[in-house]
């Protein structure tokens, strides 16, 4: 079956450090991946969207990276600030109907 | 624009009662989705709407849950009877095609099933 893996343990680091963040994936051959923020109380919000012919995307302080062959996708914040502490949510979809398949999630704690 | 709205925001029941959640997509979104999120887990999608058609509903346990969008703009999402396993978020999103491929999501309705 469908799985994807993100790191369910809190990342905790220290400012002005990178974050890296990972999302694993198997029996699935998605079209394009996506990484979503979500804070408590409110829904996830878009952030990055990087397709399968795609190896880098950049947007500001972020990065994000897509692996077919590994089936992984890692997602980078530099120069990391406390406002960026959130959860951080990878989705994968498929060309037909935009449906998403999320990760579980993982926080990012980022102290001063 | 304003954004995707949901209502209500909290609602707590007991089980086997009935509950009913709105959203209100962003203007011109023709797709529609609805998400449960059980808590310390991501979005799983229940249904997709295109306009006021049903694209996948696979996920969708229709034996208790129903969702509808008349006239291809709201909708509603409704739960009868609740089990305690239902307590969760309900999150609503859209999307268009003319803006890409990411989906906008609603603050949520948090259900707490008692």
């Known amino acids: 079956s469908q799985k994807i893996e993100q790191n369910s343990e809190a990342l905790n680091i220290q400012e002005g450090k990178t974050a890296t963040l990972t999302c694993n994936y198997t029996?699935?051959?998605?079209?394009?991946l996506q990484w979503y923020r979500q804070d408590p109380g409110r829904g996830p919000v878009f952030l990055l969207l990087?397709?399968?012919?795609?190896k880098e995307k950049r947007k500001e302080r972020l990065k994000v990276t897509f692996d077919t062959t590994l089936k992984q996708s890692l997602f980078h914040i530099t120069a990391s600030q406390p406002a960026d502490s959130a959860t951080y949510l990878c989705a994968l979809g498929r060309n037909a109907g935009n449906m998403l398949t999320f990760g579980g999630g993982t926080r990012l704690m980022v102290k001063p | 624009e304003a954004g995707v709205a949901q209502s209500p925001r909290y609602k707590i029941i007991e089980k086997r009662q009935s509950v009913a959640f709105w959203c209100n997509p962003i203007?011109?979104?023709?797709?529609l989705y609805w998400y449960q999120q059980i808590l310390g887990q991501g979005p799983k999608l229940l249904i997709q709407?295109?306009?006021?058609?049903?694209?996948?509903d696979s996920q969708l346990p229709k034996d208790r849950f129903s969702a509808e969008r008349l006239k291809g703009v709201d909708s509603t999402l409704k739960i009868q009877p609740a089990k305690l396993e239902d307590s969760a978020v309900y999150l609503c999103a859209s999307s268009s095609p003319r803006q890409g491929l990411e989906q906008y999501f609603g603050p949520g309705t948090r259900l707490t099933v008692t």
């Open positions: 709407f295109q306009n006021n058609g049903v694209v996948d």
């Open positions: 990087i397709r399968e012919n795609e």
């Open positions: 029996n699935y051959s998605p079209a394009y």
């Open positions: 203007s011109g979104h023709a797709t």
